[in-house]
């Protein structure tokens, strides 16, 4: 069954668009060294014009160069690996930040449940972007700061999602016979909720990786996300924004590279939330 | 509406409030830079230094710096900013309008994009059109803000010269930052309205009014959008964060003075009381958004009942 809808799944164009998308850029970052035709921090001497203005996109420098004299295309290739590396571990601890909690709450109620949730709904009364942009500010930016902040913003929604699933989880019949076999909370929640809220974590991480994506490229565009020399497609377009007017693909190259990003993951999540809930089909 | 609801629901925003107002200033206390030495320059002596501290309270003991903070902020006083030795309460009420502005062409953006596209596809459901506006709104909700209003700012600014590159003050100015922050939502808005306009197409009085042989305008406008619009127009108060967000991004992009550019200066000059009250400023904005969105939820659609 479940197969016979993943097969489904592929048979979109546009979702195998995207799997191809997200399969490229996987490749990218991981064989980064091998693929990058230059060194992504070597400035090249031939990299600018006798001006010193960068140069557009041409044969010896496929996507141009940018302010240094650098190769834009293997700056992307290195800056894949930026997103990748902060959208699966910042998005990995936000969903098991945000699953840990969600279960507990869910899953313990009472007081436990009442105080994880009203601390939820305050954090999700904050702006995200300004909270990150403050946390990011306050420890000054690494690659590992900026994941850790993005997590500590993105757990919220993944809490609220767990927790409402535990509780009606909670109270279906296969749990009761469970408990009524003599099982404990512990082997309840291992056998037979956690396995059910598996679709749902699911999607969530994989919409969760587009906002990551999104919200790395924000602050670092901001200045307080990832820093240079690493590259990172949000902190290209930081460095070069004033030049727009001159040297747009310096900043619509690397924009596009982060909007192929998050359009793949966000167009699969949502594919997979109608392929595993056939409730929600054809609605959204 | 029940007297006792609105008062629950009033008091957990309240507590809210202050738990935002006590994660703000704990955040803050941590900053590694010492505010002092920024405001003394390098060359003060070690007892202007304690002095100004002193002068700023910053000597106290944290919950006792909060618990002044918070006796004040019941006064309406957000403290004053280190470096511009303004009241933070005069700095964000001198941006605030330009950031509410902003907001009101965010919205019109999403309405006026979002609600008429969404209804189309749902009348063109399965088909090409319908397919293009829900990739169109996949793309929009994917495309970093700070891209879109720059691409915006290169198409119709630089190379159209439509409209101004910047800056602040008549309508024109405001068209590509409002397009900007309002096509995210445009975006969202497409497709719950795309859903809700689905769900009502279903709906007996529809197929009545169609079988009474109303004309298929007359049974989309009259009958079907009213109530798909309802859903839509319930969420508006739940885009305050969007924005906040948003401002911050597009403000610094188009040189608008709104408090988002204000937070942004703030951040770089770890100006403190201005980076909280921001942040508070744009808490509460949220919180009443939720309020209101949640309140006026069940007028606009009676199915909808207040959860006691």
Avoid: C
């Avoid at chain 1, 240094?68 to 894949?80: C, E, K, M, P, V």
């Avoid at chain 1, 690996?81 to 969600?102: D, E, F, Q």
């Avoid at chain 2, 965010?106 to 979002?114: P, W």
Wanted: glycine share 10%; net charge positive.
């Amino acid at each position: 069954m479940a197969k016979g809808r993943t097969g489904r799944l592929l048979r979109d164009p546009l979702i195998l668009l995207a799997f191809v998308t997200i399969a490229l850029l996987l490749a990218a970052a991981v064989l980064a060294p091998l693929v990058a035709p230059f060194d992504p921090d070597e400035q090249f001497f031939d990299g600018l014009t006798l001006e010193g203005a960068p140069l557009p996109p041409g044969e010896r420098f496929w996507l141009g160069t940018d302010l240094l004299g650098r190769d834009l295309l293997s700056r992307l290739i290195f800056g894949a690996r930026t997103s990748l590396v902060i959208g699966i571990v910042a998005n990995g601890a936000a969903v098991a930040i945000g699953t840990l909690l969600g279960v507990v709450a869910g899953f313990a109620g009472g007081w436990t449940g009442t105080v994880i949730m009203r601390f939820t709904d305050l954090m999700m009364a904050f702006p995200a972007l300004l909270l990150a942009i403050a946390l990011a500010a306050i420890f000054s930016p690494s690659l590992w700061i900026v994941a850790l902040v993005i997590a500590l913003v993105n757990w919220v929604q993944v809490a609220r999602v767990t927790y409402t699933e535990t509780r009606g989880l909670k109270e279906r019949e296969f749990v009761e016979a469970g408990r009524a076999l003599g099982a404990g909370p512990l082997r309840i929640l291992l056998t037979h909720v956690l396995p059910h809220l598996l679709p749902t974590v699911l999607v969530w991480a994989t919409l969760g990786i587009a906002t990551t994506v999104l919200l790395e490229a924000t602050l670092s565009f901001l200045g307080v996300g990832v820093r240079p020399p690493t590259p990172s497609w949000g902190n290209i377009i930081f460095e070069n924004q004033t030049y727009f007017a001159t040297a747009p693909w310096l900043v619509f190259i690397p924009g596009s590279a982060i909007l192929l990003t998050a359009l793949a993951f966000n167009l699969l999540g949502d594919a997979l939330r109608d392929a595993l809930d056939p409730t929600q089909r054809g609605r959204t | 509406m029940s007297g006792r609801y609105l008062v629950g629901r009033l008091g957990q925003s309240l507590l809210i409030l202050l738990g935002i107002s006590f994660v703000t200033y704990v955040l803050v206390y941590l900053v590694p830079a010492d505010p002092v030495r920024q405001i003394a320059g390098r060359s003060a002596t070690p007892a202007t230094v304690e002095a100004i501290r002193a002068q700023l309270g910053l000597d106290l003991p944290l919950w006792h710096q909060y618990l002044r903070y918070l006796s004040n902020l019941l006064q309406g006083d957000l403290g004053r900013s280190y470096l511009q030795k303004t009241e933070v309460t005069t700095l964000i009420l001198a941006r605030l309008p330009a950031t509410l502005e902003l907001m009101a062409g965010a919205i019109t953006v999403e309405l006026l994009l979002g609600l008429p596209l969404g209804v189309y596809a749902a009348t063109k459901r399965g088909r090409a059109a319908d397919r293009a506006v829900m990739v169109g709104a996949f793309t929009v909700v994917s495309a970093p803000q700070f891209v879109v209003g720059i691409l915006l700012l290169y198409v119709f600014a630089v190379r159209l010269a439509w409209f101004p590159i910047g800056g602040y003050g008549t309508l024109p100015h405001l068209v590509l930052p409002a397009l900007t922050l309002g096509l995210l939502g445009a975006g969202w808005y497409a497709r719950v309205a795309r859903s809700a306009m689905i769900d009502v197409l279903r709906q007996d009085y529809v197929t009545t009014a169609r079988a009474k042989g109303a004309s298929p305008a007359r049974v989309l406008l009259v009958h079907a959008l009213r109530n798909a619009a309802l859903p839509v127009v319930a969420m508006i108060g739940l885009d305050v964060g969007l924005f906040m967000s948003g401002a911050v991004v597009v403000e610094s992009v188009f040189g608008w003075p709104g408090i988002g550019q204000l937070a942004w200066q703030a951040i770089q000059r770890l100006d403190i009381p201005i980076i909280v009250g921001v942040t508070l400023v744009a808490a509460v904005g949220i919180v009443i958004g939720n309020l209101v969105a949640d309140l006026i939820a069940p007028l606009i659609d009676p199915r909808i009942k207040l959860r006691a």
